[in-house]
């Protein structure tokens, strides 16, 4: 499908009826989960996924400081995406709970106060610097969602296969297909933005091939992102999906030919990983 104006993709975007809605969660087994065994390596990885999820508030937030936060479409999507990831850390909680990997009653308030001063303070720089590019900047804003987009939901695919759990694999496919929609959206506007734009295709370009990384670092800790990456991206398989199924659908954004971070990080990441190191793997 081919969109026109930012607005069009928006109105494709109201049409999607959620995926997750509360019949759906209703008539997931969670009585179930016990009943297939968890590999407890996966815990970490659970976590992380689950804190991203929750973090996208912050994110929301901060976007809502700078020009791509104040654009109305823009801002009317990220209303009901905030809401959606929301969903997707809570159904992730409950599971690990429900698998018997207790989590405390304020985990949401544990994951928003475990974040750095450190990094609310490069989040504020970072958002001066964006509201000095100003509207062009939307377009980096976009081609960044699309690639967070894109990994969730290939790590929920990856997830599906390393768990192999019933109960699990039906939260993640509801869970992918609303990343899919989101996946939809930013990668549109993406194009949108950066058609015709060669400045905005420039600072694109810049910015996530200097400063790419996989979401939720700097937020959680290094350790856990790596353990995150290696164990789900880590062999050859995993290094493949990441290169089919993101960093080639972001090469054919407009202004981003050849462009290999995504891969090239990743890549990166597992080689210099350990996932023994995180204490939980197999000896
Ligand atoms: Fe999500
Ligand atoms: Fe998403």
């Not at 994110?59 to 109305?72: A, F, S």
């Amino acid at each position: 499908m081919t969109f026109e104006t930012n607005k069009d993709v928006l109105d494709w975007f109201e049409k999607q009826p959620r995926a997750l809605t509360d019949e759906f969660i209703d008539q997931i087994p969670w009585n179930e989960v016990r009943n297939y065994r968890f590999d407890e390596r996966l815990v970490p990885v659970l976590m992380y996924m689950r804190d991203i999820e929750i973090l996208t508030d912050m994110y929301h937030q901060e976007l809502l400081r700078t020009p791509t936060g104040k654009d109305p479409i823009i801002s009317k999507f990220m209303e009901r995406w905030g809401v959606e990831e929301i969903t997707h850390g809570e159904l992730l909680n409950r599971f690990l709970n429900e698998a018997g990997f207790e989590t405390s009653d304020e985990w949401k308030e544990e994951i928003t106060g475990s974040v750095s001063r450190y990094y609310h303070l490069y989040a504020r720089m970072l958002t001066s610097f964006t509201n000095c590019v100003g509207k062009s900047f939307t377009a980096t804003h976009m081609a960044y969602g699309t690639i967070n987009e894109l990994s969730a939901a290939q790590s929920y695919r990856r997830l599906i296969q390393l768990a192999d759990h019933p109960v699990l694999t039906t939260i993640l496919k509801g869970i992918i297909r609303e990343e899919s929609v989101h996946t939809h959206f930013y990668l549109s506007v993406a194009r949108l933005e950066l058609r015709n734009n060669n400045f905005a295709q420039k600072i694109a370009r810049f910015v996530i091939e200097k400063f790419w990384n996989p979401v939720g670092s700097g937020a959680r800790p290094e350790d856990l992102t790596n353990y995150t990456i290696a164990t789900l991206f880590g062999d050859t398989e995993g290094l493949e999906w990441i290169d089919r199924l993101v960093t080639r659908r972001v090469q054919d954004l407009p202004g981003f030919d050849g462009v290999t971070k995504i891969t090239d990080r990743i890549a990166q990441i597992g080689h210099e990983t350990n996932v023994r190191e995180f204490g939980l793997a197999d000896a």
